[in-house]
């Protein structure tokens, strides 16, 4: 069984920094891709970040590009997500998601972070960036 717990959040002004994590466990973590997403109040989950563990590659979205930073610790079955200047507007429950493979094609150099391609999700870890 696929389990997923994030961890890391809390309440930061705007400019901070955080980390987040994704302990994972119940599969083989190599084969799989995972992703952050977050989810403000009244709002649709959206995609951040993702890190394939097969090959490394990994992806953004064009509001995090430059401030967030994934990597993916294999010794440890871990995802991070190093997030730096903070700005209001990043305030949600960021949640991470798995999927086994990689959802875009070998050496693509654009992938939108679909929370449609993931299939399985962690409880949520809550981010607040005071202004």
């Known amino acids: 069984e696929v389990q997923l717990v994030e961890s890391g959040g809390g309440l930061v002004q705007a400019g901070g920094s955080l980390r987040l994590s994704c302990a994972a466990s119940g599969f083989t973590f190599d084969d799989y891709t995972i992703g952050w997403f977050r989810q403000a109040p009244g709002k649709g989950r959206e995609g951040v970040s993702c890190i394939s563990n097969t090959d490394g590659s990994s992806h953004y979205v064009d509001s995090v590009k430059g401030r967030f930073t994934i990597s993916s610790d294999k010794a440890k079955n871990t995802v991070y997500l190093q997030m730096t200047n903070l700005k209001p507007e990043d305030t949600a429950v960021y949640y991470c998601?798995?999927?086994?493979?990689?959802?875009?094609?070998?050496?693509?150099?654009?992938?939108?972070?679909?929370?449609?391609?993931?299939?399985?999700w962690g409880q949520g870890t809550q981010v607040t960036v005071s202004s």
């Open positions: 998601g798995a999927t086994y493979g990689r959802p875009w094609n070998r050496g693509s150099l654009y992938y939108s972070v679909d929370p449609a391609d993931f299939a399985s």
